[in-house]
Every structure is written in C-alpha cells, then in structure tokens.
C-alpha cells in the first residue's frame, strides 16, 4: 500500500536553529499538508499546499515557517529560528484530491526536540 | 466553525470488553467523518470513515455510524484486544476545508 514518508523520524535541534522536515507524498496525489501534535495535545493544522503553492494556513503557521515542493516528490517544511514551543511531533499528510471524502494519509512523522 | 469533541480519557479496559468512544461534531454543509488510530510511537493511521449520514464504517471489529440528527461518530468494538491500545482521534472533513481532529482519546486494554 502507497505510504507517505517522512524523514528524519526524530530531529533535536538547538534553539535558533533551523530545521527542514522532508516528506514523499504518495506519487500521485495532489494535496499536501502539514500537522503538528505537541505531547499529549491535539493533532493541529498547520498548512495545505495544491498547484505548488499554499492554499490555507493557521494562526500557528507564522513567517518562521514556510512550505517548498522543491522537485516532483519531496515536501518540506522549515522552521527557520526554532523556539522551545515548536517542539512537537510534526505530521505530513497527503490527499488525491481537494473532496476529502479519501480520508488524508499521514506519514509517521517527524518528531522535533529543541533544547 | 467546524468541531470535534470527544470522550475525556482515558479509558481503560479489560480485554474482550465493549468499547465506546464518544464523538460529537458541529459543522456546516455535509461532512466526512473519520476515525483516525496513533499506536505508542508511531504516525496517524486512518481507521475508518464514513462520507455521508447513516453510513458506517468498519475495519478491524470497530465500527462507527455517521449519525446526522446527533452529530454523532460514536466509535465501537465488541471485543477488544491488548493490540488495541492507542489513542483514537475523531477527525472531521469539510469540502474545501481542512481537517480537523478531537482531541483524541487513550485506550489501555489490559490483558
């Protein structure tokens, strides 16, 4: 069954820093999305990205983040100065179409610790 | 705004035991429902979905039926196992709209 793949599983980065999460979407869907989960807390949308570029964004998705499909497969998210907040698990998704009547498959994500 | 509330956890039950999960939704329009499993250290797996009143989804003995007159997602499983403690998540879908999930509920079945 197609997966979505995320890499590196677990990141720790100093605070500062700045961090590029990858994900493979399925090949062929055309949706993309990023989620976060801090420990213990709800599942968050972050963004939704179609056509190569964003097509809706949280109050959490500030300048210090931004989203690329820098080639055909890879997704990215940076976070260009990390704080301790943003360490959380961090869930890419992706979907075949804009209907969600597919459901999103998320990868098993990222998760990020900033000390 | 769309909405998912669920079940304070957690929940903790013996094995073979019936489980219940609440789930309520408040939204506009027509939306999809789904049921969404995160086993210890691991990602989102979709469990289940319903994309339309009285429907019911199924997959591995659980089961939910979309019920529109009580905005209703209510999850269920007759028997569970040990292999079934996670957190479950209740997930709603709009046309146009971004998912949004429950704030998710523990299951710990204890052998």
């Known amino acids: 069954e197609p997966e979505v793949t995320q890499t590196p599983s677990h990141q720790v980065t100093q605070m500062g820093q700045e961090v590029i999460l990858r994900c493979v979407p399925i090949s062929n869907h055309l949706y993309f999305y990023w989620y976060r989960q801090i420990l213990g807390q709800k599942v968050e949308f972050l963004v939704s990205f179609y056509n190569n570029e964003i097509s809706e964004k949280s109050e959490i998705f500030d300048d210090q983040f931004s989203v690329e499909r820098p080639d055909g497969s890879n997704f990215t998210l940076k976070i260009r100065s990390t704080k301790l907040e943003d360490s959380a698990m961090y869930f890419c998704?992706?979907?075949?179409?804009?209907?969600?009547?597919?459901?999103?498959?998320f990868g098993s994500g990222t998760r990020l610790t900033v000390v | 705004g769309n909405s998912v509330t669920q079940m304070e956890g957690p929940v903790t039950l013996s094995e073979e035991a019936f489980l219940t999960i609440n789930c309520t939704y408040t939204a506009t329009g027509y939306p999809s429902l789904f049921w969404y499993v995160q086993y210890p250290g691991e990602g989102l797996q979709l469990l289940l979905k319903a994309t339309k009143a009285d429907d019911k989804g199924s997959n591995k003995g659980f089961e939910a039926t979309y019920r529109k007159e009580t905005t209703s997602f209510h999850l269920e499983k007759g028997s569970v196992q040990v292999s079934d403690s996670a957190v479950y998540f209740c997930a709603l879908g709009n046309y146009g709209q971004n998912f949004v999930f429950g704030p998710g509920t523990r299951l710990s079945v204890l052998p």
């Open positions: 998704a992706s979907s075949p179409g804009g209907l969600i009547d597919y459901g999103y498959t």
